[in-house]
């Protein structure tokens, strides 16, 4: 079955850096376009960044733009998140997804990882 799995969070101090990876396994990785969302406690899972399988297209919410930048490497069959510049506000569980449409809805992404936890003191 096919299996996202997400590595690189942790415990940053606000203005640090973090890059998260998701390798995906036992899926044709250069065919879906890949999204990161997060989840903080108590509020629902919203759309952080998305990558086109070509990696030609990229999308960010505004609260990252500037600061995260999507990637992926289809010879790896990973996608990964560089997050720079952290703020307290990022603080939360951070998913990657497949989907065959890169976009915003979630509802467009087929197979999700089971998610990293990112937390930034301020």
């Known amino acids: 079955q096919v299996q996202l799995v997400e590595s690189g969070g942790g415990l940053v101090q606000a203005g640090g850096s973090l890059r998260l990876s998701c390798a995906a396994s036992?899926?044709?990785?250069?065919?879906?376009?890949m999204g990161w969302f997060r989840q903080a406690p108590g509020k629902e899972r919203e759309f952080v960044s998305s990558?086109?399988?070509?990696?030609?297209?990229?999308y960010y919410t505004d609260s990252v733009k500037g600061r995260f930048t999507i990637s992926r490497d289809n010879t790896k069959n990973t996608v990964y998140l560089q997050m720079n510049s952290l703020k307290p506000e990022d603080t939360a569980v951070y998913y990657c997804?497949?989907?065959?449409?890169?976009?915003?809805?979630?509802?467009?992404?087929?197979?999700w990882g089971q998610g990293t936890q990112v937390t930034v003191s301020s």
């Open positions: 997804a497949a989907g065959y449409r890169a976009l915003g809805d979630p509802r467009q992404y087929v197979y």
């Open positions: 990558i086109s399988w070509s990696g030609g297209t990229t």
């Open positions: 036992r899926l044709t990785f250069s065919s879906y376009g």
